[in-house]
């Protein structure tokens, strides 16, 4: 069975871009994933069609009210019987990693719930018990980007959605290393030759090679990985 991806937002157009082409159009066509969107405006009940209101208690910015909230996500999860695993994008969600894009590509449903400018009332997160995730801390314009960027994630994971050959690279660097450097044509560039390892025809040597540079990339880069992986192993 596809993955169901229900996805709740004020602005359901701005998936387009993503959604429509590449890895994820790929994974349509297929029958392995199937996208629905729902317009949390469409159940804000007053003549505004309001979907926010001020914070009680005062204070500046705008509150994504109960209401139309919980009534999208139940008209949502109406339309399937299989229950669906919620996800609200929220800065104060954990923070998104391959981890926790391989255990929602386990999942046969899940519905994103995605705000634009403001913050949700709490009893949202009180009420739906969501997952809540963040896609890293700096501040977006809404959560519809965190959005595509976890569907864009999960997607790829699924089975049958990359070829086997990509499928495998991505896998070979599920360790927690950074990639090694990679050169093609030409061997030459305005003075910056190929390291000449790469042309020895020892496949033994390359692999040595590139496993240190893995190695060393990672403890010069991010060094926050090399000790996780320092932990690990
Ligand atoms: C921390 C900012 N908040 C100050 C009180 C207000 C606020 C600003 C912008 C609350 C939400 C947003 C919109 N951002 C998201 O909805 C969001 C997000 C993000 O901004 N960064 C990283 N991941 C995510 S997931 C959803």
């Keep these: 069975m596809a993955l169901r991806i229900d996805i709740l937002s004020l602005f359901p157009e701005m998936f387009d871009a993503v959604l429509g082409v590449s890895i994820p159009k790929r994974a349509v066509a297929k029958g392995l994933v199937s996208f629905h969107h729902t317009n949390i405006r469409d159940f804000a009940v007053d003549k505004h069609r309001s979907v926010d209101d001020r914070p009680f ?5 705008m509150v994504m009210m109960c209401p139309t909230v919980f009534d999208a996500v139940e008209h949502a999860e109406a339309q399937d019987p299989r229950p ?4 609200l994008l929220t800065p104060q969600g954990r923070v998104l990693d391959q981890s926790l894009c391989q255990s929602l590509a386990r ?3 899940l519905l994103l719930i995605a ?3 403001e913050g949700f009332d709490e009893r949202i997160v009180e009420g739906l ?3 809540e995730v963040s896609i890293g801390d700096y501040i977006l314009s809404g959560g519809e980007l965190a959005a595509m960027v976890l569907i864009d994630a999960v997607v790829r994971l699924l089975p049958g959605v990359l070829g086997a050959e990509s ?9 927690g290393l950074l990639e090694y450097p ?6 030459e560039f305005r003075g ?14 390359i692999a040595r090679w590139r496993s240190e540079q893995r190695k060393y990339q990672t403890q010069k880069k991010r060094p926050d990985l090399w000790e996780k992986y320092l932990k690990k192993s």
């Excluded at 208690?57 to 910015?61: D, I, K, N, Q, R």
């Excluded at 669906?84 to 996800?87: G, I, K, M």
């Excluded at 499928?167 to 360790?175: P, Q, R, T």
């Design 57 to 61: 208690g005062g204070g500046p910015g």
């Design 84 to 87: 669906a695993t919620r996800v």
């Design 107 to 109: 999942e046969d449903r």
């Design 115 to 117: 705000g634009h400018y």
């Design 129 to 131: 018990q969501p997952l």
């Design 167 to 175: 499928g495998a690279w991505d896998e070979s660097f599920a360790d």
């Design 182 to 187: 990679q050169y093609t044509r030409p061997r």
């Design 192 to 205: 910056m030759k190929v390291p000449e390892v790469l042309f020895c025809g020892d496949h033994a040597r």
